[in-house]
T-cell receptor
Framework: KAGVTQTPRYLIKTRGQQVTLSCSPI?????VSWYQQTPGQGLQFLFE???????NKGNFPGRFSGRQFSNSRSEMNVSTLELGDSALYLC?????????????FGEGSRLTVL | AQSVTQPDIHITVSEGASLELRCNYS??????LFWYVQSPGQGLQLLLK??????LVQGIKGFEAEFKRSQSSFNLRKPSVHWSDAAEYFC??????????????FGKGTHLIIQP
């Protein structure tokens, strides 16, 4: 069974631009979560989608948004990029939203903002 | 709100020696606790988890962890480390409040270095 796939793996943007990251979950998994990982703040929860609906959201500004499609694939978008948005963005999937379910992580999309 | 503290940023252990990584959490109710491992350039992989029942849980790769409610701790242990265990280890706490799932709260991680 294929794992969680994230694209692109690496990208460089400049301040003020916007970026869209994509995540394909494991087949059969309907929940997709996004996390931001930085050296200073560590891993921080962005949001979780299930059945095309956002179920929970972390403490991030409105510039960070996401969506989920009917095939469970998810995208996250960051608008008006700031230097501090440079991070590894990790996507994780699981069959349902139950916290007891194991999160399966992708390898991440590394965003550099110049 | 819940929080997780991993007091050790870096730990160096000789190959073959035992290992204990510390994790303390803060949460008002019984937490769901996890240990994840991240190798360089990789995503996170679940090592083990605790929800209820036996406070000593076994995981993959020979790891185990013990939940101690009185100490609000969930320390990770391995009796004999291998060079391939060098990685970043994250402790996390989860809840399931309000009828919906919440995101996991992760500690800052412990970087494990294995000396030959």
């Amino acid at each position: 069974k294929a794992g969680v796939t994230q694209t692109p793996r690496y990208l460089i943007k400049t301040r003020g631009q916007q970026v869209t990251l994509s995540c394909s979950p494991i087949s059969g998994h309907r929940s997709v979560s996004w996390y931001q990982q930085t050296p200073g703040q560590g891993l921080q929860f962005l949001f979780e989608y299930f059945s095309e609906t956002q179920r929970n959201k972390g403490n991030f500004p409105g510039r960070f948004s996401g969506r989920q499609f009917s095939n469970s694939r998810s995208e996250m978008n960051v608008s008006t990029l700031e230097l501090g948005d440079s991070a590894l963005y990790l996507c994780a999937s699981r069959p349902t939203t139950a916290t007891t379910g194991e999160l399966f992580f992708g390898e991440g999309s590394r965003l550099t903002v110049l | 709100a819940q929080s997780v503290t991993q007091p050790d940023i870096h730990i160096t252990v000789s190959e073959g020696a035992s290992l204990e990584l510390r994790c303390n959490y803060s949460y008002g109710a019984t937490p769901y606790l996890f240990w994840y491992v991240q190798s360089p350039g990789q995503g996170l992989q679940l090592l083990l988890k605790y929800f209820s029942g036996d406070t000593l849980v076994q995981g993959i790769k020979g790891f185990e962890a013990e939940f101690k409610r009185s100490q609000s701790s969930f320390n990770l242990r391995k009796p004999s480390v291998h060079w391939s265990d060098a990685a970043e280890y994250f402790c996390a706490v989860g809840t399931n409040s309000g009828g919906g799932a919440d995101g996991l709260t992760f500690g800052k991680g412990t970087h494990l270095i294995i000396q030959p």
